[in-house]
Nanobody, 126 residues
Framework: QVQLEESGGGEVQAGGSLRLSCAASGRAFSGDRSVAWFRQVSGQEREFVAAIRWSVRSTFYADSVKGRFTISRDNSKNAAYLQMDNLKPEDTATYYC??????????????????WGQGVQVTVTV
């Protein structure tokens, strides 16, 4: 069974950086699969942040993070990453890594992903 585990969260001041990691067990990151990062604030819906299609490295970003966040992958380590720069207080949330086989037009939808990590907290202070 595929499992995902996030790490790298924490507390940082506005303008700072964090790098989230998503480690996968099993063949989670291969072929036509995509890896995505979502975030959620308590009481709100889960929000798409970024995604990367594993085989072709196409990337997708939410408008709110474009130019500040970078998603990447490392085949040799079976891992994906989210580099977050110039963080803002509104980026505060629990961040989740997800894996699945979405069609391109459904890349930003949480329902397109079948496997999720447990989440990691990111807190950005003023």
């Amino acid at each position: 069974q595929v499992q995902l585990e996030e790490s790298g969260g924490g507390e940082v001041q506005a303008g700072g950086s964090l790098r989230l990691s998503c480690a996968a067990s099993g063949r989670a990151f291969s072929g036509d699969r995509s890896v995505a990062w979502f975030r959620q604030v308590s009481g709100q819906e889960r929000e798409f942040v970024a995604a990367i299609r594993w085989s072709v490295r196409s990337t997708f970003y939410a408008d709110s993070v474009k130019g500040r966040f970078t998603i990447s992958r490392d085949n040799s380590k079976n891992a994906a990453y989210l580099q977050m720069d110039n963080l803002k207080p509104e980026d505060t949330a629990t961040y989740y890594c997800a894996n699945g086989r979405p069609i391109v037009t459904a890349t930003r939808l949480p329902g397109s992903y079948s496997t999720w990590g447990q989440g990691v907290q990111v807190t950005v202070t003023v």
